[in-house]
């Protein structure tokens, strides 16, 4: 079990990390999520002794990384996948670590089995692609075998197979009882992985909630119905009490009904449907929403990327809002007795 207590860490005026509390729960796959520079590799980095809070602590099985004798028989992590000597071989570059802590040496073998290095352990980690950079170092984090393991980005620049068999590795870690923490700054990818979420926005705590509970919050459907005779279905439709909403391009949009009954409706009153089509909100946008205040950079009517408060220098957070934000997540997740996944 990680647990993360206040942790806080400032570079000069900027405030990476601001007092951030929870939790990563022991066999499921937890999620952390939050846009560029929220602060989820600096947190992470703290965990791993790798940077030190200006405040706060993390402990990992009750104790601080430091304190931990054989660190990678208790947390296996992969941050920055080129943090491997360039002329070193794959195998030479895992038996190293393995040396340095007492892992044994079969172990390596093994670990380059696992994540389909074997073919190459004798070449030099420098001309390695992305991908196989990824796997190397997955591999180291899994050579001590450890309870714990912690992933920065872990898809970025794999092919879809390499996507694929990362999310698997996961999910496995996480059936034999592991916990897996793993960051991401996309919404999609978390939805087919992740059991728990951690989000953060400029170094602030936004929600800590299951998966399913994003998703029974965010993921709102509605049906998208056209017709051309407008008037005669909405009147059908309000005096059977089901809620509609005009759009931009002359359909509706009806949210408390199921295209069956809006299609029988339809029929018992001879009103002809050009469209009944079934819309779910996509959870990057749950995601992007709940976010918005807290990123670095939004797209401007042109395109061009435009920097979001330049001025906040110091990276203070706006408070969250008092009221759920409107999308559906809220602060009730950070308080007592608010709804949460029980944590093991
Ligand atoms: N060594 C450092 N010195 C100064 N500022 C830093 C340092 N490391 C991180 N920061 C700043 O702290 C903030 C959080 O950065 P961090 O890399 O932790 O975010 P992140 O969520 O991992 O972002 P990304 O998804 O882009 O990797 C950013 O504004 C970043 O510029």
Known sequence: MIEV???????????????????????????????????????????????????????????????????????????????????????????????????????????????????????????????????????????????????????????????????????????????????????????????HLVVIGQGRLLANLSMDEFIDQNSHGFVRVRTPQPEALLEALATAGITSRPLADGGFEVVDGDPATIGDLARDHGIALHELSPQRASLEEAFMQMTADSVEYRTGADGSAIPVNPGNAAGIAPPPPEDGGGGGWGAQWQQPGGKRRKES
């Open 5 to 195: 207590h206040e942790l806080t860490k400032r570079y000069g005026d900027k405030l990476a990390v601001d007092g951030l509390s929870f939790q990563v729960p022991q066999g499921v796959v937890t999620g952390f999520l939050g846009p560029n520079g929220a602060g989820k590799s600096t947190t992470m980095r703290m965990m791993l002794d790798l940077d030190r809070p200006t405040s706060g602590s993390v402990t990992i099985d009750g104790r601080a990384y430091h304190q931990l004798r054989q660190p990678l028989k208790h947390i296996g992590a992969l941050l920055e996948a080129k943090a491997v000597h360039p002329g070193r071989t794959a195998y030479n570059h895992l038996l190293w670590l393995a040396r340095s802590n007492r892992i044994p040496v079969g172990r390596v073998d093994e670990v380059l089995g696992m994540v389909g290095l074997r073919e190459v352990a004798k070449r030099k980690s420098g001309g390695f692609s992305l991908g196989m950079g990824q796997r190397l170092g997955i591999a180291a984090a899994l050579l001590g075998d450890p309870k714990i393991l912690m992933f920065d980005e872990p898809v970025n620049g794999l092919d879809p197979e390499g996507i694929l068999w990362v999310r698997n590795l996961m999910k496995l870690l996480a059936q034999e009882g592991r916990t897996v923490f793993v960051s991401s700054h996309l919404m999609s990818e978390m939805a087919l992985t992740a059991d």
